[in-house]
């Protein structure tokens, strides 16, 4: 089955610094999606992304499906943005594969 | 509208003992599915079912049985249960199938 990786896998930001965090997947795609564990452990779907550039406020997601990899942008941190960040990604049988996540904390 | 539910937040099992996870959506959504998530690990697949009255297995469904009761409803099963087994349940819902919608608050199982 498809493969992937997150890096890194944990980072720390001063509250207003920016991030990007990176998803390597070792195959063709049909579904990519960016998903955050709030530190309380309940799961939130960020977006929906097998190709191209989408935005929801102070996040963006990159999807560059022919060289695999995608890209999740935090602008302007804060600390409601601490959590683990999950890839997941499935080429077409229904499955997601989750990545080992990225764990990010915010720090006032 | 609930969202997803699940029941119970927290178990705690002897090992050979059986239980069952309760999963329920008020979305009308065909798909639903289970997860488990252990420590430093993504989440994993156990079983899904793409619309009622079917079931299929996923990465990781040794151990487990599920039964999609109905449209609303996808329950999971442990039949004798494992310390390895010693995980957090997510259950998850989607309108269709390899879409990841939303997810319950989860159930912290620990089997001794």
């Known amino acids: ?108 | 509208n609930a969202g997803v539910t699940q029941t119970p937040k927290f178990q705690v099992l002897k090992t050979g003992q059986s239980m069952t996870l309760q999963c329920a959506q008020d979305m009308n959504h065909n798909s639903m599915y289970w997860y488990r998530q252990d420590p430093g690990m993504g989440l994993r697949l156990i079983y899904y079912s793409a619309s009622e009255g079917t079931t299929d297995k996923g990465e990781v469904p040794n151990g487990y049985n599920v039964s999609r009761l109905n449209k609303r409803e996808f329950s999971l099963r442990l039949e004798s249960a494992a310390p390895s087994q010693t995980s957090v349940y997510f259950c998850a819902s989607s309108e269709r199938t390899g879409f990841l919608g939303y997810f319950g608050p989860g159930t912290r199982l620990t089997v001794t």
Do not use: M
Not at chain 1, 43 to 63: D, E, M, V
Not at chain 1, 67 to 93: K, M, P, W
């Open chain 1, 1 to 108: 089955g498809i493969q992937v990786e997150q890096s890194p896998p944990d980072l720390i930001l001063q509250e207003g610094a920016n991030s990007t965090l990176r998803c390597n997947f070792s195959d063709s795609v049909n579904n990519l999606q960016w998903f955050h564990q709030n530190p309380w452990g309940q799961l939130i779907n960020l977006f929906y992304i097998p190709s191209g550039t989408k935005q929801n406020g102070r996040l963006s997601a990159t999807t560059v499906a022919t060289e695999r990899y995608s890209l999740l942008y935090i602008s302007s941190s804060q600390t409601t943005d601490s959590g683990v960040y999950f890839c997941a990604a499935s080429d077409g049988n229904n499955r997601l594969a989750f990545g080992k996540g990225n764990q990010v904390v915010v720090i006032p």
